[in-house]
């Protein structure tokens, strides 16, 4: 199973672009910051990535405040010629 679930903050926007099958595309660079415990321990886990929103999804998506920490669901995929990850976002929750 592919599905990642994250709260995070917009910390880029790129202008909407279109797929080759017409789509709108939103490119995005997501921060997320939190506190985890793991090994009984609590953790601060910070991290940025980078992601895109196809289809429906980008109207809201592009309505977002940079201030706002929505929830965003989706998967994870390769980026082109396998250079890192990108989360492609198919849900958004407050």
């Given at each position: 199973?592919?599905?990642?679930?994250?709260?995070?903050?917009?910390?880029?926007?790129?202008?909407?672009?279109?797929?080759?099958?017409?789509?709108?595309?939103?490119?995005?660079?997501?921060?997320?910051?939190?506190?985890?415990?793991?090994?009984?321990?609590?953790?601060?886990?910070?991290?940025?990535?980078?992601?895109?929103?196809?289809?429906?999804?980008?109207?809201?998506?592009?309505?977002?405040?940079?201030?706002?920490?929505p929830v965003f669901?989706?998967?994870?995929?390769?980026?082109?010629?396998?250079?890192?990850?990108?989360f492609h976002i198919?849900?958004?929750?407050?």
């Amino acid at each position: 199973m592919n599905r990642l679930v994250l709260q995070a903050q917009i910390l880029e926007r790129a202008a909407i672009r279109y797929t080759p099958a017409g789509l709108p595309a939103l490119d995005l660079m997501l921060r997320h910051e939190s506190f985890v415990d793991e090994a009984g321990t609590r953790r601060k886990v910070s991290l940025e990535i980078k992601a895109v929103a196809i289809g429906d999804i980008v109207k809201r998506v592009q309505g977002l405040g940079l201030t706002e920490s929505p929830v965003f669901t989706g998967f994870l995929s390769a980026q082109k010629q396998g250079r890192g990850t990108v989360f492609h976002i198919t849900g958004l929750s407050d």
